[in-house]
Each structure stands twice: as C-alpha cells, then as structure tokens.
C-alpha cells in the first residue's frame, strides 16, 4: 500500500468517526495469517481466561501478557495513523483484551468503554465534554456478521455527553431504533470513539466469533487505576470495593521481543520490578 493510499484511508477514517464515531479498516491482518492468530486468541482463552458478565462471552483481558501472536499488525499504519492523528504522536495501548462469543451467547447492554462507562471506579462523569479522550479498536479474528455477533453501534451517539451505562434515558437491554451491526472480513478492525454506544451482539452461528480490543489512549490520561497494586487502584478499587478493569503489567521478556514500531505503545505498562 503506498503512503497516498495510507493517508486516504487515515483521511476517510477520521472523517466517520468524527461523524458516525466508528469505522471499519478492512485487511489489517491478511487472510492467510488471520487463521492462525485466531486459533491462538482462543486456545489463551480456553487455557487462562474467563467469562464477561454477558452470558455466553469469553474474555482474556491484560491478553499480550498471555499471547503475542498479533503484536507485528499493532503498527499497522492505518489503525495507528488514526490513533496519532486523534490522540498525539504519544499515543499509547490502555488494554489488550480477548472477546469470544461462543454460540449462543446473549445480547450485552448498550454502553460506552472506559473511562466514560459510569460503572467503573475511574470514570469521567457524565455529563462529560465533547472531546475524543480513549479509542476502543475491535479486530475480527473472524468474520463480523448480524450472523456471527457484529458489534452493535449506535451511530452519532458519541457526541452525547452520557450513555447508557449511567443514566442517558434509555434502556440499555433494549435494541435502538437506528442502531447498526459493524460488519467485516476476518482481519479487519473497527474503530470506535470510546463514547460511542456499543454493545454485545449474538452469535447465531455454530462457530465462535473471536474477537479483541485494543484501546488507545493519549499521553495525559491516567491509566494507573488498570495497573494491579497501584496506588490509584488502591484507593479507588480496593478500599472502595468498586468495579474497574485490570490490565496486567507487561513482562519484560515480552516487551523485548515486541517489534520495534509497536514498543513505543506499551512502554509505559512494563512490569517494573521482576
Ligand atoms: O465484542 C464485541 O462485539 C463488543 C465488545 C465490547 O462491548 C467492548 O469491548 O466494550
């Protein structure tokens, strides 16, 4: 792909999800390799992961400390060319996280991610600004289809300053009117602005749907409540007994053995002390 195709892509990206808040880049992973990626993802799951509280979805999240089989496309220039361009040339990964929705899983509440979902300990409150802060990217290490489980998206919803997850008037266990099914070949990834209402779709089929998020965030905003034993999540989590996500520290031996483009987005989560 030439650098002018890069840009167009980057360009069209930006524009959807200014408007709609959510994009599909196709191809990021090639057919012929996508397989072996998938198989992998799912056999971290079934050997060390566990259930989302969505009945029927199987979830690995702090998923690089476990597998590191699709860590060469993290540098893809598309995906990080709209990361850069929405969140800095500092931009960094918050979360690799495994998403399975084995056959018959159940349809997930409407919500925004992190820090905008208002049942995280670390949340922005709603009403929050109207300002791009977080990234959720969605690969499809299997197809997306309204078969297999496509995420469901509310167009435009990311320009409301609350969602779902707190109180934005809306049942969250109930379809939206103008909602849409992000769909995909097998190595594309979806862009969503973090705010934009998502949720969970069922798996009509008789295969798993395999997914993965990888979120990005911009130098300024803290992570530190994700990070075990930090003090944030100390005082936050901890002591409070609230809910927050966790995302393990990344172990030295992986860090090393990343590629050199993709060191830079996970610099900033290595386990310190080993
Ligand atoms: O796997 C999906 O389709 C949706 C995942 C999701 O809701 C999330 O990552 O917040």
Redesign the pocket.
């Known amino acids: 792909m030439t650098e002018e195709q890069v840009a167009m892509i980057v360009e069209e990206a930006l524009l959807h999800l200014r408007i709609d808040g959510w994009y599909v880049v196709d191809g990021v992973i090639p057919e012929n390799e996508v397989g072996a990626i998938r198989d992998s993802v799912e056999a971290t799951v079934q050997a060390h992961g566990g259930f989302t509280g969505v009945k029927g979805?199987g979830t690995r999240k702090g998923l690089l400390a476990f597998n590191q089989s699709f860590t060469p496309y993290l540098a893809d220039e598309r995906v990080l060319g709209v990361a850069q361009a929405l969140l800095g040339p500092h931009v960094r990964i918050s979360f690799t996280?495994a998403?399975i929705?084995y056959p018959g899983n159940v349809r997930?509440p409407w919500?925004a991610?992190w820090p905008f979902n208002q049942k995280n300990a670390g949340h922005i409150p709603a009403p929050y600004p109207d300002v791009v802060m977080h990234l959720?990217t969605?690969w499809m290490l299997s197809p997306?289809t309204r078969e297999t489980?496509?995420?469901?998206v509310v167009p435009g919803s990311h320009r409301s300053p609350n969602n779902p997850s707190g109180f934005a008037g809306i049942d969250p266990n109930k379809p939206y009117p103008t909602e849409m099914q992000a769909a995909g070949s097998a190595g594309s990834v979806l862009i969503l602005d973090s705010r934009t209402w998502?949720?969970?779709?069922p798996n009509q089929t008789e295969q798993p749907?395999v997914?993965m998020?990888v979120r990005y965030a911009p130098w300024w905003l803290n992570l530190d409540i994700l990070m075990p034993g930090s003090v944030e999540r100390a005082r936050m989590v901890d002591e409070t007994g609230g809910n927050e996500n966790e995302v393990l520290p990344v172990p030295r031996d992986v860090y090393a053995a990343l590629p050199e483009a993709v060191k830079p987005l996970f610099r900033h989560w290595v386990k310190r002390c080993q």
């Not at 489980?149 to 469901?152: K, P, Q, R």
């Open positions: 979805v996280t998403h929705n997930g919500h991610d959720t969605l997306f489980g496509g995420t469901l998502h949720a969970t779709a749907r997914g998020a």
